[in-house]
C-alpha cells in the first residue's frame, strides 16, 4: 500500500467534516497538509476553525498550513 509521507494536499473547507476528515487522514500517514477555510474565529454554532484544524494535523503526526481564505470569493 502507499504512503503519503512526505506528500502535501492542499484541502480545502478543512476545518471541519469530510475535509478535515481527510486532512486527518493524510496527517496520520505524516503527510504536509495545507488546508483552506473561512473560519478564522470561532462561531457559536459551528464547531472548529482552521487553528484548532491545524492544531489537530499536527497531533495526527502531519505537518499544517492553515492560510484563512474562503475560495467562493474571487476577491479572497
Do not use: C, Q, W, Y
Request: charge should be positive.
Amino acid at each position: 500500500m502507499t504512503t503519503l509521507k512526505g506528500k502535501t494536499l492542499f484541502i480545502t473547507g478543512g476545518s471541519r467534516g469530510i475535509g478535515l476528515a481527510i486532512a486527518l487522514r493524510a496527517a496520520r500517514d505524516g503527510a504536509n497538509v495545507a488546508i483552506a477555510a473561512k473560519t478564522d474565529a470561532p462561531n457559536p454554532k459551528l464547531p472548529g476553525t482552521i487553528h484548532s484544524a491545524a492544531a489537530a494535523i499536527e497531533a495526527a503526526g502531519g505537518s499544517a498550513l492553515p492560510p484563512a481564505a474562503s475560495i467562493a470569493a474571487a476577491a479572497e
